[in-house]
């Protein structure tokens, strides 16, 4: 089975609410993640990451809050815009890993105008 | 250098046929790596390398599977014998490795369509 997974296959909000998108992984020993955000017929763009030791950390409208304890990830979008429209990935990197990482399914959020 | 760059971008191909993608990762970077992704599902990591070294393979990468990395810079994957069930998006990513990893970035993927 995968190792990261999301809560909601879905998520649908409104043009300037702040969205919300989680994410659960089940390897402690992770020690890297990174939330892509994909549009159609593209490749993953890098949206923000975050290293273990950390708890929280900020973008221009996105933060990412990493839960160890409970082995939870999530990406807060601040003022959702219809352009945020995308299928979003969480991915982790375990330590001591060659480096790849391992993606979940994602979370295809759409924003009603 | 703006990117990871993948060429070509759409390959549609009859089965049995072989079939060779490019990948040219951001010039410092000094991993590359390749993933297969199909409709509706995450990336699945197929190998990387470090410079011109193939330093891990998935299970996913059968033997009709071949990547290069000959000079360290860019890359190909070459599929043999294509099957119906190798129609996905192949994508490229690089990041920068000395100890600790970090900026990985992905191109835009070749998109592959077996008939």
């Known amino acids: 089975g995968e190792s990261v997974g999301l809560h909601l296959p879905t998520l649908s909000v409104q043009e300037g609410d702040n969205s919300i998108i989680n994410c659960a992984y089940s390897?402690?020993?992770?020690?890297?993640f990174i939330w892509y955000k994909q549009e159609s017929g593209k490749g993953p763009q890098f949206i923000i990451d975050?290293?273990?030791?950390?708890d929280k950390r900020q973008g221009q409208r996105v933060t990412v809050l990493l839960n160890k304890t409970v082995k939870h990830l999530s990406l807060q979008i601040a003022a959702t815009q219809p352009g945020d429209s995308a299928v979003y990935f969480c991915?982790?990197?375990?330590?001591?890993?060659?480096?790849?990482?391992?993606f979940g399914k994602g979370t295809k959020l759409s924003v009603k105008p | 250098d703006t990117g990871v760059s993948q060429d070509p971008r759409h390959k549609i191909t009859k089965r049995g046929q072989n079939v060779t993608f490019r990948c040219d990762p951001i010039?410092?970077?000094?991993?590359l790596y390749w993933y297969r992704q199909t409709l509706g599902q995450g990336p699945e990591f197929l190998t990387y390398?470090?410079?011109?070294?193939?330093?891990?393979k998935s299970r996913l990468l059968s033997d009709r599977f071949s990547a290069e990395r000959p000079k360290g810079s860019f890359s190909t994957l070459e599929i043999q014998r294509t099957e119906q069930g190798d129609s996905a998006m192949y994508l490229c990513?690089?990041?920068f490795g000395t100890g600790f990893d970090y900026g990985y970035t992905f191109g835009s993927g070749t998109r592959l369509t077996v008939v």
């Open positions: 990513a690089s990041s």
């Open positions: 390897n402690s020993a992770s020690d890297y």
């Open positions: 975050i290293r273990s030791n950390m």
């Open positions: 991915a982790e990197r375990t330590e001591g890993s060659q480096g790849n990482l391992i």
């Open positions: 010039s410092e970077h000094n991993r």
């Open positions: 390398f470090q410079n011109e070294a193939q330093l891990e």
